[in-house]
């Protein structure tokens, strides 16, 4: 245990000098100021801007300003010039160390560990005389009206001492000069009196020249001024010229314009009264064939009324006598019909019993007596169905056949008129009206009727005349009623209820 504890001091121990040492000894240089490192190499080592590593008790660490350092340069006393002229000079100088390592190692030799306030101060008196130097080689002129060329002068005279001390001139400027008896305000004044002479001078000549200058304008102003007018005046007669010329024209075309102007009203007046002529002549051309059309519809209209009139008397006359000979006819053909089925029922009868002699003698008498009989029976009741019918058909035979014809003709009118559904709409021109439209559809009507006498020879006009006339002449007061076909849906069916064909009622 004591072992281990010993060897762990054993090697802390160590680490812990050695990152002493480091810490203790661990530099950082500004950007402004050159570190020098001196004691275990032969060269320095210089830090500028940045970090690095003393060795404490064997190694130095000297430092050195690099900034701009700012020198005043007066001449304390009067110092004279080329042309023997005391004067006094004030002037500024900006200085550094020189970054270079020559430069920082002559720098360190004669400024190490000083502060800027002290490098200026030793740097003050060498200026100085550098600058005493040049102001003896130049005239008071040259150093009042070029002091660009005398601050480099004094720079570069200054530059030879400094470089031998590591220092950079980086500017120096001139800030004030004075002399000890005024002769540069003397100066000042002679030019001050040429530059006024020269100006009143100047001034004179410019007046002289503005005089001449405004005499020549004015001169030139009068005479674009005449020309000016006589341009004027001469513009303004040909304008009163042209206005003339252009008011003749304009009376003459006016003139034509009010002629073409009256020959055109005359000529639309007499349009105007013409067509209000012909208009009259229509109108009362209109007016006549109106009269005229009047006249001929309540003629059309009388005739109508005495031919409707007529015709339905001859028509009643008609039909009553059609009605007599239907009637007739009807009864004849009953009876005919009646002795027919008659004779038809003795010739079964007779066949019947022949049959049955027949059968008798060829041995099968039960049978064929049986067959004979009830073929006879079958006869006798065929007989008496025909007796009753024909009686039926002559007691009904007018209402029944007025009842057929009457559950036709619906029909009949149905698709006479069914093309008509079919047709969105009807334009009817001259006489055409619902009224004519119903009786075109009656009159197709009619033509069926008419057709069905022609092919089976029944007179349906007849028939229904010669019943109500028969009727009528009777004197019976009954009513018939012809039960026609059952009102049918758009589907063709029969409603809910409804009944078949019913026989004639009286």
Do not use: W
């Amino acid at each position: 245990m004591l072992e281990n504890i010993l060897t762990a001091l054993y090697i802390i121990v160590p680490v812990a000098v050695v990152l002493i040492v480091i810490l203790s000894g661990y530099v950082k240089a500004p950007p402004d100021q050159a570190y020098i490192i001196s004691g275990l190499k032969k060269e320095s080592k210089v830090l500028i801007g940045r970090a690095g590593i003393r060795v404490p008790i064997f190694e130095r660490l000297d430092k050195l300003y690099l900034g701009q350092m700012t020198v005043d340069i007066k001449t304390e006393q009067s110092v004279p010039t080329s042309d023997f002229i005391n004067v006094n000079v004030d002037a500024v100088a900006k200085v550094r160390i020189s970054p270079l390592a020559d430069g920082i190692k002559l720098a360190a030799k004669n400024f190490l560990n000083k502060r800027p306030e002290e490098i200026t101060r030793d740097l003050q008196d060498s200026l100085q005389g550098n600058m005493r130097e040049i102001i003896g080689t130049l005239s008071l002129k040259e150093i009042n009206t070029d002091r660009d060329s005398f601050s480099d002068q004094v720079m570069q005279k200054a530059s030879k001492d400094m470089d031998k001390l590591g220092i950079e001139i980086l500017s120096c400027n001139i800030q004030n000069v004075t002399d000890e008896n005024g002769l540069i305000k003397d100066l000042g004044a002679d030019n001050t009196s040429l530059i006024k002479k020269n100006a009143a001078i100047a001034k004179a000549q410019a007046d002289r020249d503005i005089a001449i200058a405004q005499a020549q304008a004015e001169r030139e102003s009068n005479e674009a001024r005449v020309q000016a007018d006589t341009q004027i005046a001469q513009k303004q007669t040909e304008l009163e010229i042209r206005r003339a010329e252009l008011k003749i024209l304009a009376d003459g075309k006016k003139a034509e314009a009010d002629a073409a102007y009256e020959i055109q009203s005359q000529e639309q007046r007499k349009s105007i009264e013409t067509a209000t002529v012909n208009a009259e002549i229509a109108k009362t051309q209109r007016q006549a064939e109106l009269k005229q059309v009047e006249v001929e519809v309540q003629k059309q209209t009388l005739e109508a009324e005495i031919r409707a009139k007529a015709d339905a008397e001859r028509y009643r006359q008609q039909q009553e006598a059609e009605a007599v000979l239907f009637k007739r006819q009807k009864d004849a053909e009953a009876a005919r019909y009646e002795q027919e089925q008659r004779a038809e029922a003795e010739r079964k009868i007779a066949e019947a019993q022949k049959y049955a002699k027949e059968q008798e003698a060829e041995g099968i008498a039960a049978v064929g007596k049986a067959e004979a009989e009830a073929i006879r029976a079958r006869a006798l009741a065929e007989a008496e169905g025909i007796d009753k019918k024909a009686e039926a058909m002559k007691k009904y035979g007018e209402a029944a056949v007025i009842e057929m014809v009457m559950q036709a003709l619906p029909e009949i009118a149905k698709h006479v008129a069914e093309p008509l559904s079919r047709v969105d709409k009807i334009t009817m021109y001259g006489e055409g009206n619902s009224a004519k439209l119903l009786e075109d559809i009656i009159t197709g009507t009619s033509q069926v009727t008419e057709g069905i006498t022609q092919s089976m020879g029944i007179d349906v006009k007849s028939l229904v005349a010669g019943m109500l006339g028969g009727r009528l002449a009777g004197g019976e007061d009954k009513t018939i009623i012809i039960q026609g076909p059952a009102p049918t849906d758009q589907a063709g069916s029969a409603p809910a209820g409804g009944e078949g064909d019913r026989p004639p009622e009286q």
